[in-house]
């Protein structure tokens, strides 16, 4: 089955406790991408990549990294949460020659204390 | 600044009552607009890309419009299943990335 998984699914950490939330897909996409959903606010880009070993910033990249060192994971990394980004945080792909429609993990829910 | 609008914010429906959700927008050039639909506590789902102005899709009780403003989601004789969040994103010509709209949660009771 064609899937995204984003793990964990739900993460309550606190103020600068380093954490990393996984993503894989199994559908040979050349395209990754996170987004984090806020309420009033939408969905909105924080890095995407383009292929392995190519990431770019999104709309809103401070206080994360990402690295694409395998073609079908894109970890989203917080080297020091803070509580603003407590968020849903969606991880999705593409096919390279298709311009939108995205593939989307279930979510993960994090909230930073 | 490239924006993307939805309207209503939330929708409530009888059963079998047909309506529109609208998605408005302004871009500086656009590539694509797409609809999707998010159930609570699931990831968005790809339902339609829309290219160019006067295109349709359909799928069973849902048909997309575009014109050069605005697209509409129309909904047919509804069911409850089609309860769910719908939302509209853009491609931007030299983006990667898409805009999204903030969403119509619809709500159709049995």
């Known amino acids: 089955e064609a899937q995204v998984t984003q793990n964990p699914r739900y993460l309550i950490t606190v103020t600068g406790k380093k954490l990393t939330v996984t993503c894989s897909q199994n559908m040979n996409h050349e395209y990754m991408s996170w987004y984090r959903q806020d309420p009033g606010l939408g969905l909105r880009q924080i890095y995407y990549?383009?292929?392995?070993?190519?990431?770019d910033k999104g709309d809103v990249p401070e206080g994360y990294k990402v690295s694409r060192k395998e073609k079908r994971n894109f970890p989203l990394i917080l080297e020091s949460p803070s509580p603003n980004q407590t968020s849903l945080y969606f991880c999705?792909?593409?096919?390279?020659?298709?311009?939108?429609?995205?593939?989307f993990g279930e979510g993960s829910r994090l909230t930073v204390l | 600044e490239d924006q993307v609008t939805q309207s209503p914010e939330a929708l409530r429906l009888q059963e079998g009552e047909s309506s529109s959700l609208n998605c408005s927008y302004t871009v500086s050039g656009l590539r694509g607009l797409f609809w999707y639909r998010q159930d609570p506590g699931k990831g968005p789902e790809f339902l339609f890309t829309?290219?160019?102005a006067g295109e349709e899709k359909e799928k069973e009780r849902l048909k997309a419009t575009l014109t050069k403003k605005e697209s509409f989601l129309h909904i047919t004789a509804p069911k409850p299943e089609d309860s769910a969040t719908y939302l509209c994103?853009?491609?931007?010509?030299?983006?990667?990335?898409?805009?999204f709209g903030q969403g119509t949660r619809l709500t159709i009771n049995p």
């Open positions: 829309l290219y160019s």
């Open positions: 999705a792909s593409r096919d390279q020659r298709n311009t939108g429609e995205l593939f």
């Open positions: 994103a853009v491609r931007i010509q030299g983006a990667q990335k898409l805009v």
């Open positions: 990549s383009m292929n392995v070993e190519v990431t």
